[in-house]
């Protein structure tokens, strides 16, 4: 191995993982086993179980000079699924790129909701809005049969990425995907007063916040994270035209910022929303809220 630090020798699989993991750990980041397995595996073309079952197997010259430079990336603070152009999430395999938020695990909870309340209402039309990747769409989609999902971004290249997604997913003929700023996209679909559900994993990041963020985020979109000063901005927007699309007693469901669930609660509340729950994700943070629409 080239970088600074590593013996001079012939590289089983067991001894390049537990360099590896060293190197990264030094280097600061987290869950360094983790990453070194799953690149290696990536270079290998193996699956993890198996860098177990073959630990004392050799990597040839190749193999190394590939699996360095996935180092190299990783040491820069790459996100992993950048390095390898995917992301899991809710058990489909998507394509990421910088262009794109890298779906996290946490929003499969504003999924998992929004599912049990589509199927629960027969729901058939819904709003995914600020779509990124396309992962909240596809997996409405892929999990509740017979919804047609309609969804937004702002961002031309992200929407590209999206269109891979669903055509990977064999959805083409279900999800709809439109330009333009939040439900602005949707302005001349005639959806206005149809709508079932609005689904959105909103920029919600705050303008302090965004000066502490992890070093991995920088390499994500800004424009995906960043949600204004107070990190309402998009909120605001959301609540502001929602009812304009829903039919009477249409629901909305909305990732939420864990730092100001009360805030974006009372927007709701002000703006002729019921707020029927706010679901806790698995670290005990109150991360998605689902609200009725009042009065129509």
């Known amino acids: 191995m080239k970088a600074k630090g590593a013996p001079a020798k012939k590289w089983t699989i067991a001894d390049t993982l537990e360099w590896t993991a060293g190197y990264f750990g030094k280097h600061g980041i987290s869950n360094p086993r983790a990453d070194a397995e799953i690149l290696l595996a990536h270079a290998l073309r193996l ?47 998507f394509k990421v790129t910088p262009d794109t938020l890298i779906p996290r695990p946490e929003t499969e909870l504003l999924v998992e909701e929004a599912c049990d309340y589509i ?12 779509t990124g990747s396309g992962n909240i769409a596809v997996g409405i989609a892929s999990f509740v049969k017979g919804c047609s999902v309609y969804a937004s971004d702002i ?4 929407l590209k990425v999206a269109q891979q997604n669903i055509d990977r997913n064999s959805l083409s003929g279900r999800i709809f995907l439109k330009r333009g700023d939040m439900l ?8 206005e007063g149809k709508v079932d559900v609005i689904v959105s994993n909103p920029p919600y990041v705050s303008a302090p916040e965004m000066k502490e963020l992890e070093p991995e985020l920088s390499f994500e979109p800004a424009g995906a994270l960043y949600g204004g000063e107070d990190g309402l901005d998009f909120y605001k927007k959301l609540v502001s035209g929602a009812g304009e699309y829903l039919i009477k007693g249409g629901a909305v469901f909305v990732e939420l910022s864990s730092t100001r669930p009360g805030e974006i609660a009372s927007l709701f509340k ?27």
Do not use: H, W
């Open 47 to 93: 699956k993890r179980l198996d860098l177990i079952l073959k630990r004392d197997e050799l990597l040839n010259e190749k193999q190394l000079a590939q699996y360095k430079e996935l180092i190299g990336k990783r040491q820069s603070r790459l996100p992993i699924a950048y390095i390898l152009g995917q992301s899991e999430f809710m058990g489909l395999d």
């Open 155 to 158: 961002s031309i290249e992200a």
């Open 119 to 130: 199927k629960k209402n027969k729901s058939s039309l819904v709003l995914d809005v600020c």
């Open 270 to 296: 002000k703006s002729g929303f019921r707020v029927d729950n706010i679901t806790k994700d698995y670290s005990g943070l109150e991360r998605v809220l689902s609200a009725t629409i009042r009065g129509k």
């Open 184 to 191: 602005g996209a949707f302005i001349n679909e005639g959806l």
